[in-house]
């Protein structure tokens, strides 16, 4: 096949699949559901480029489709184990393989995320999950690099304070 005959979308697969992969890692997909996750993210990218406006990245637009993916995954599962026999131990989690610890942590954290101001919230997401650099950020926010820097670093303070485990529960 002559470069020129190549599939648009193969280009954007080739440049984006590494990222979509770390920030399925990022966003707890297990190591053994990565690869069908990603293939998702590209299936449903493929069929809906025809959608895509341009108001975003390539990339902010491939992570939107992956949280999604990720997001109906996780509902799919957690509407599965209804289902489950009611002696098989769920653990409490609408995340399967999920303890009651990281169900708390994970309610934990998005309490902690709904108060935030919407630019730190956005900072923060980016860069940890959508792994955004804070050029990046910054250049789709309308914010200095140093303004993105500061949100993300204050963030990334306030959660590991408020998400310390308490002395009392051990």
């Not at 648009?8 to 190591?31: D, M, T």
């Not at 708390?104 to 954290?109: G, I, K, N, W, Y």
Request: aromatic content about 6%; hydrophobic content about 40%; overall charge positive.
């Amino acid at each position: 096949m002559r470069p020129r005959d190549r599939d648009p979308f193969e280009e954007i697969y080739r440049q984006h699949r590494s990222r979509v992969y770390a920030a399925a890692r990022r966003l707890g997909v297990k190591a053994q559901e990565l690869d069908d996750v990603v293939q998702q993210t590209f299936i449903i990218a493929h069929a809906r480029l025809h959608s895509f406006e341009g108001r975003s990245s390539m990339s902010t637009w491939l992570i939107g489709i992956l949280r999604n993916v990720v997001r109906n995954a996780r509902r799919a599962a957690h509407r599965h184990s209804a289902y489950v026999a009611h002696d098989e131990p769920t653990h409490g989690s609408a995340y399967p393989g999920c303890g009651l610890e990281d169900l708390m942590l994970q309610r934990a954290m998005l309490d902690i995320l709904q108060h935030w101001d919407a630019k730190k919230r956005e900072a923060f997401i980016a860069h940890t999950f959508g792994g955004k650099t804070l050029r990046e950020i910054a250049e789709s926010t309308g914010s200095s690099i140093g303004a993105v820097h500061a949100r993300i670093r204050a963030a990334r303070s306030e959660l590991s304070c408020r998400l310390r485990p308490s002395d009392s529960l051990h």
